[in-house]
Structure formats: structure tokens, C-alpha cells
């Protein structure tokens, strides 16, 4: 709150102390908007967004073009941050598939300039479940002011508002109590008609590890064994040693991935993350190309045969 008011005032100070250099029309042919944040992707928790430009006076007059009532986003607003240079918009949260736009006048309406803006699609990123056993989904463009809904394995279902990136299953029908226990499900939100992908969670599944393969130190691909919540790779991330390596493909059970080289024989961390769940343990590397670490190649039994069967000789000509 404090902070809040000292930005208020330091605004209001600057705005008041730093004198325009551009009082009328006339005297501004440098007149410019910095057009980088045209075309602006908002959260749908709202967005305040910064644009730069040179002379545009005190003031300016945003005109929000609405395409959409005030609840699924309209009412944008512009203002000037720093006389001459600074702009700040401000777009409410909402949700919708329409493009909006603001045309802001600048200089007693001898210059314009338009920004054009629509909201980020929806991105389902993990689940958790919550103490009361209710299903969140976690993610992105979920609607923060209207009740959203998951389609889950084609069924639509109720769920919260967005809190923090996340909503909860609030239907009276809870498909969770029906689903089979490690089966597939895929989820898909619709937020006011922006669809996300669709991504394949194993619900009911702890993110673990099983057993642990021994890597070769020049690098190379391996496969894990454990438990992995979900088939969407992109929603996994493994490290080895510090280094994020690619996933090739996983499913519940096995993850297969491509990952670095290291110098030195020995143990590494590893570590998986699935939103906010994390594992971590150690991994092995070897060198394969060093055989007898491994067990005794067909050459090494045929050198053991050799000095087994000398020796018997030798032991042979003593006797004699
Ligand atoms: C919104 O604008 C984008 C590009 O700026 C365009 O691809 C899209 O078709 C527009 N959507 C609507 C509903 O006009
Ligand atoms: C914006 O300014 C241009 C000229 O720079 C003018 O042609 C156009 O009509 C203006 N747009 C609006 C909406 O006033
Ligand atoms: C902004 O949207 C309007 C209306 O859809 C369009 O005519 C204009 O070209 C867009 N501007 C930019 C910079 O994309
Ligand atoms: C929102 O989520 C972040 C990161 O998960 C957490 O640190 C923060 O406390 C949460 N805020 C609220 C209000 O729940
Ligand atoms: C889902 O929400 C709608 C209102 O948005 C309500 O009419 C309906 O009864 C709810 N369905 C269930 C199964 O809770
Ligand atoms: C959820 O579904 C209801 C009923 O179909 C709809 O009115 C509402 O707009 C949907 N919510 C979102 C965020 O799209
Ligand atoms: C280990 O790497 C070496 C060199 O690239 C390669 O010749 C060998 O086949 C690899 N071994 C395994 C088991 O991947
Ligand atoms: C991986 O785990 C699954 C399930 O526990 C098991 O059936 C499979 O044999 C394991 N594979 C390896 C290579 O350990
Ligand atoms: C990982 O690779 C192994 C061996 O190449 C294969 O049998 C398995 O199906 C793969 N797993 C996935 C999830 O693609």
C-alpha cells in the first residue's frame, strides 16, 4: 500500500516536473510511437504494458473500440506515464476470441496511433489434486473473472474461476470418483472460445522414479523406468547434471531422452519436474568403451582360457 503510494506520488511529481518540450502540434515533428507493443498478447488476469515514444505531449485519449461488453475484456486504458516518452496501457483480465482495439490521440487529435490487443490462449500445464481430493488443473488463459469449464475425455465439467493459474473441479458430478485408477485421461479447456491443446494426464499417478540406468560418458539416448503422470512431453522436464535434456517420448511408464556427455566416470544429479512436482536422485555414468568395467568380454574369457590351460601345461611338466 505504501509502495503504492509512493509510486503514485513520484508519478505525480514527474508528471509535474518534467516539462513537455512538445506543447502544440507544430512544434513536434518528432512525433512517435514506438509500434513493438501494436499487436499485444494480454494475460488473462490483465496486462500493464509500457510503450516508448518521443514527443508525444502530456497527454492522451485512448478510445477503446468494443467489440465485446466490459466482462470479456473491453475497457482498456491509456495514460502517460512520462511526458514525451513513456505510455502505460492497461488492459483488464478478461476472456474472449476477439481482437479489441484502442486508438489513442495524442496532441489535441493531430496524431494517432492504434494498439490492437487479444487474450493468450489457454495452455493446460499440470493437475494437482487438493486436500478436499478436488481435481485442479494448472496452466494458462483460464478465464479470472467468469466459471470455467474442462472438457475431460470429452465430457465437459464446472470448474472455478482461475486462482493463481489454477481452477478447480466445482461440478456436482466429480468424474474423479469414476475414473479407472492409472488410466488416460485428456484434458482440453475451452475459455470463451479459445481452445487449448489437448494433453493426456495419468491422474491418479505419483511422479517416480524406479530404477535408474548407467549412461555412457560419451552421451547418448536411455530410457527410464518409473512414473511420469503424463504423455505430453513438453510438460516434463529432466535434468541431468544441471542440463536440461530432450524428451524424446514417455508414457506412464517409461521416458525415453537424449542427454549430454561428462567427463569423468561417476554419479550425477538428476532431476524430473512435472509443475510443481519434483524428484530428484542420482544417475551413473560409466564408460562402455571400457569393457572390463563392465564384465569380461569374450576376449578376456578367451585370454583367462589361455592362461588356465598354460598353466596346467606348465603344471603338467613340473609333474613330469
Ligand atoms: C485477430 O487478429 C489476428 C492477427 O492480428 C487475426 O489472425 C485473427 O483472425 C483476428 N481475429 C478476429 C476474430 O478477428
Ligand atoms: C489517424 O491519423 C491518420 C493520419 O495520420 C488519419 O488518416 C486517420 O484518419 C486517423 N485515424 C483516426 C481514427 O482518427
Ligand atoms: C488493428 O486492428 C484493426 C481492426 O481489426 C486493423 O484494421 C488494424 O490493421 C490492426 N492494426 C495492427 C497494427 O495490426
Ligand atoms: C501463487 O502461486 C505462486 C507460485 O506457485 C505462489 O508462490 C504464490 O504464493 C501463490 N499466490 C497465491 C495468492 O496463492
Ligand atoms: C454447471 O454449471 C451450470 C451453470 O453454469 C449449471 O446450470 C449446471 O447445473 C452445472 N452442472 C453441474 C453438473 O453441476
Ligand atoms: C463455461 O460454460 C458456460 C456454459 O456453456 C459458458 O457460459 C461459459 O462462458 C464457459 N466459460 C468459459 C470461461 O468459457
Ligand atoms: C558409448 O559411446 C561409445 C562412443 O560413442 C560407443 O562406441 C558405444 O557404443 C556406446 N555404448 C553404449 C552402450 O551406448
Ligand atoms: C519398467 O517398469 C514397468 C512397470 O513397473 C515394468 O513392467 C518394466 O519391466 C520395467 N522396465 C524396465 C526396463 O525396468
Ligand atoms: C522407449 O524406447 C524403447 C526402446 O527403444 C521402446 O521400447 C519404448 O516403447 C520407448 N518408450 C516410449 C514411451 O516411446
Known amino acids: 500500500m505504501i509502495k503504492l503510494l509512493i509510486s503514485i506520488l513520484i508519478i505525480y511529481l514527474i508528471n509535474n516536473l518534467v516539462e513537455s518540450s512538445c506543447s502544440d502540434f507544430e512544434n ?4 512517435f510511437i514506438d509500434s513493438s507493443n501494436d499487436n499485444i498478447v494480454a494475460n488473462t488476469y490483465g496486462s500493464v504494458i509500457t510503450v516508448n515514444g518521443v514527443d508525444f505531449g502530456t497527454d492522451v485519449i485512448g478510445e477503446t473500440i468494443i467489440v465485446e461488453n466490459n466482462i470479456n475484456g473491453g475497457g482498456a486504458s491509456v495514460k502517460v506515464l512520462v511526458p514525451d516518452s513513456k505510455l502505460e496501457i492497461d488492459i483488464p483480465a478478461g476472456q474472449s476470441n476477439k481482437n479489441f482495439t484502442i ?8 496524431y494517432n496511433h492504434t494498439f490492437n490487443y487479444t487474450y493468450e490462449k489457454p495452455i493446460v500445464s499440470s493437475f494437482t489434486f487438493k486436500e478436499s481430493g478436488d481435481l485442479s488443473i494448472i496452466g494458462k488463459g483460464f478465464s479470472y473473472k467468469i466459471d470455467n469449464n474442462i472438457t475431460l475425455n470429452g ?31 485428456e484434458i482440453i479447456i475451452n ?21 535408474t540406468p548407467k549412461l555412457n ?14 504423455s505430453s ?44 512436482d519434483l524428484i530428484s536422485s542420482e ?29 596346467l601345461l606348465f603344471i603338467q611338466k613340473l609333474l613330469i
Not at 486508438?103 to 493531430?110: D, G, P, S
Not at 562402455?288 to 598353466?311: G, Q, T, W, Y
Open 217 to 230: 560418458i560419451t552421451g547418448g539416448k536411455s530410457t527410464l523406468n518409473g512414473s511420469f503422470k503424463t
Open 155 to 185: 465430457q465437459v465439467y464446472n470448474a472455478s474461476k482461475a486462482i493463481n493459474g489454477s481452477i478447480t473441479l466445482t461440478d456436482s458430478i466429480n468424474p474423479t470418483k469414476y475414473l479407472d485408477q492409472g488410466g488416460k485421461f
Open 283 to 311: 544417475i551413473e555414468y560409466i564408460n562402455f568403451k571400457d569393457d572390463s568395467d563392465e564384465r569380461p568380454s569374450n576376449s578376456n574369457v578367451l585370454s583367462l582360457s589361455f592362461i588356465l590351460i598354460s598353466s
Open 28 to 31: 513536434c515533428p518528432t512525433f
Open 191 to 211: 475459455v470463451a472460445g479459445q481452445i487449448s491443446e489437448p494433453v493426456t494426464f495419468y491422474l491418479f499417478e505419483q511422479l517416480s522414479l524406479k530404477t
Open 233 to 276: 512431453t513438453n510438460l516434463l522436464k529432466l535434468k541431468i547434471n544441471g542440463i536440461i535434456c530432450e524428451i524424446e517420448s514417455v508414457n506412464s511408464n517409461n521416458l525415453n531422452f537424449t542427454y549430454p556427455s561428462v567427463t569423468k566416470i561417476g554419479k550425477y544429479p538428476i532431476t524430473i519436474s512435472f509443475g510443481d
Open 103 to 110: 486508438i489513442a490521440y495524442f496532441l489535441n487529435y493531430n
